[in-house]
């Protein structure tokens, strides 16, 4: 199964968005098991953004909640994208926080000539 970006972002927003502290990871919206939505949690485990706690839930790390931040504004992402695709469309889920973190600041720094 491919990794898909889009899907490890769109989880991470529902996890954080959730009642509870953590989330099924295999379960979508309407209770059936979904393969790459577990596939998916477990990516983001092994990348530190989740934690497993039991019995397949699992809740965000404080790398996750940095990774979210950087990913949320829906205009930074999509530059974000862009560039990764523009440098031939594959790299880290490491890589991409960087990305994603370094324009973030480049927007702080055009908006208060602070550098970060």
Do not use: P
């Not at 991470?12 to 009642?19: K, R, T, V």
């Amino acid at each position: 199964m491919k990794r898909d970006e889009n899907l490890i972002r769109s989880l991470l927003l529902e996890l954080e968005a959730a009642n509870d502290f953590e989330l099924d990871g295999g379960a979508n919206s309407i209770g059936n098991h979904d393969e790459a939505r577990h596939y998916h949690f477990m990516l983001m485990q092994d990348a530190g953004l989740v934690a497993h706690t039991n019995h397949g839930f699992f809740r965000l790390t404080s790398q996750g909640h940095d990774f979210l931040d950087a990913i949320r504004d829906e205009g930074l992402w999509q530059q974000t994208k862009a560039v990764v695709a523009e440098s031939g469309g594959n790299v880290t889920v490491e890589i991409l926080k960087q990305l994603a973190v370094g324009l973030l600041k480049k927007k702080i720094n055009q908006h208060t000539d602070i550098e970060l």
